[in-house]
């Protein structure tokens, strides 16, 4: 896939997300597991490592490997019983790098910058789940890397990226069998529960930008171009605002075959500290702006639910960075938690049950401007409180 | 009294510059010098005003005695939901620091890390300081009990009664707190009240905002009296900022408060005055006069006499009708209609662009006064019912504040409030 391309091609959604895109795209660029030559920038100290899977282990070939980027091949030889390979810190407590998903006869790989030390490589479910593997020489790359708690907060970060994506193809499948048996009151169902798995990781999806605008783009995003308007705010427009599902399932297929492609994308993408809190940051702002204005969900009104999403994504990453936060300024730490609440007390004012269209929320159309005023002050608050985190965890 | 004086030099402001420097603006490198240096002053046709800054520490506020300065940001912000005393106070102190480095011409903080937000927005970077002020307000709502500060409340703070010719906007109406930036430089005004609801966020909330250009009053004898949109000279009959004794009986709260904090301190209040300018602007320039009870080019009161002649309200034209009519401006206005009571005007001429259903000009004058007690603006308001002016005009928000005295170097906004 010709990120680069892409990106080049991508308007600007919202402001600052572009560098942050640049940033993961050239991450991603360098770890996509069917590209074995990795595009890394420099580090002269490439190697490579081979994981047999096994029903009896997954030792490291070579058990010892100088510090700096590392490639680990990962193949299921016959192991029935196993299907990922780790990489964990010594005790276990942090996986830092990870493969999974390997049925017997499949093969993939995952890259990252190591650092030295003693290192476990683990395979649930094998007679010896864990392996040493020992990395030598001196530090190299990013210091995050060096880092457990920083390492942890990235792996699992792709793990919820992934997880999201996944979710998002699953459940707008779901939506897209209703659009197919023509179901309108089903399918206005399922649009918003589909659209929350995207809003969780919008940044991430971001940075393929013709992606995102073909799965999220807007009427005036890019173009104003009828035949470029696609995805699910179009699909959102027919069914609520044109009150057909004429031509739908075609452009329900599209949608799915695209973030089919997405999640291809991101299982291969890896993330760092400091685009996990930008991004974070940037959820908060979106939550703020296009959510709070009602212009992101404008024919369905079912902005409360994204709304959630976007601050459910955006606390995620603080969730994961909690444990290095709390050493580092845990009185940041605690004032996000604090605004984190209030965000969830005043929307907990729009909770109903099942809700508009089973969202869990009241219409937003039925919001006043004196309430979302409100709302938008409590998740600014939270935003500002947001954006100190990236010099907590930048380089 | 605070006064102009020398400029003071910021080094710190080549710090922020390496910083920004890192982080890619290369462009910084030489015209940039700092946030607010005096090199812009000649170049903005204020003579030397530009380089000029106002002491933020005095017995007394400044932006209140200060020389009215040509633009205004006011921001009138209420305390947020979840916020509570100890948050309120703390804020009140980051405050008072922003707003002393503000008016000095420095940033509100330097760039520390290339991976944080920049603690200063930095619009007003290169901008002469221009001798901005930061004046502090407390609104009756801040008293309400949610922050301990009842038994703190002046018995004057309280909203102002329902008044003649008045159609009030709750959206701006009111408020917990403002904040008063005044400065021959809109930017930097701006600037201010923008980084201050910054540091606030979380804890404080913007309720309304108005930007002011063109001050519409004199507050010292220096000045030219400047025009408002009806294009008359306004402020001819101010109280200015040298009449000691003035300010002292009608603008500087003093012992006669309830409580001891306020006193130095003084009372605002707002109103958001809309003109109706296209209709004034068909009034033909005689009954324009009348209306107002002065010629319009020269400001004298029909009376007879210039600018400052004191207007006689017992003149009679040739006709025998009061030279200045009995429902002009200036006279239902005047102390000597109205036991004596004066006040200090200070507002500015505002828009808000057009109006969305007549499309007319949405613009008008934000009135501000300061003065020892609200009861002031009261009578004089109320005095102001048959106002042949009222045709013209509409008051569509109001608020009131107690700004507390002046602090001193090492205190902060609100050590007395909450001591």
Redesign the interface.
Known sequence: VNTHGDRAGRPNLRTGMTAVAALLAVAAAGCASSHKAAGSSGTARASTVTIDLTPQGCAPRPARIPAGQVTFNVTNKNAGAVSEAELRTSDLEHILGEQENLTPGLSGAFTLNVQPGRYTISCPGASRPHSTLTVAGKATGPSWQSNAQLSAAVTGYSRYVDQNAAGLVARTQTFCQAVSHGDMSQAKLLYPQARVYYERIEPVAEIWGTLDTQIDGRWENPVTVASQFTGFHKLEQLIWENNTLAGAPQLCAGLVAHEQQLLKLVQTAQYNPLEMASGATDLINEAATSKISGEEERYSNTDLPVFQANVQGAMEVVALLQPYLQQQDSSLLSLIQRRDASVTKALSAYRSVPGYDGTGFVEYSTVLDSQRQQLAAQVNALAEAMSQISARVGP | VTGPQARRRAPSRRQLLAGAGAVGAGAAAGGLAGYFTGAGAAASGDGDLGSQTIAFHGAHQAGIATPAQDRLAFGALNV???AGRADLRDLLREWTAAAARMTAGELVGEV??????PADTGEAVGSPVSRLTITLGYGPSLFDGRFGLAGRKPAALEPLPPLPNENLDPDFTGGDLCLQACSDDPLVAFHAVRNLA?LG??VV?HHWMELGFGRTSTTTTGQATPRNLLGFKDGTRNIRAEQAGLMNDYVWVAGESDQPWLRGGSFLVARKIRIFVENWDRDYLRDQQHVIGRAKVSGAPLSGGTEFTAPDFTARSADGQPAIPADAHIRLASHERNGGTRILRRGYSFTDGIDPQAGTLLGGLFFIAFMKHPAQFIRLQQALAGDALNEYIHHTGSAVFACPPGVRPGQRWGDDLFG
């Open positions: 947020a939901p979840g520390s890390s290339a991976y944080a937000p910054r966020m979380g909330e």
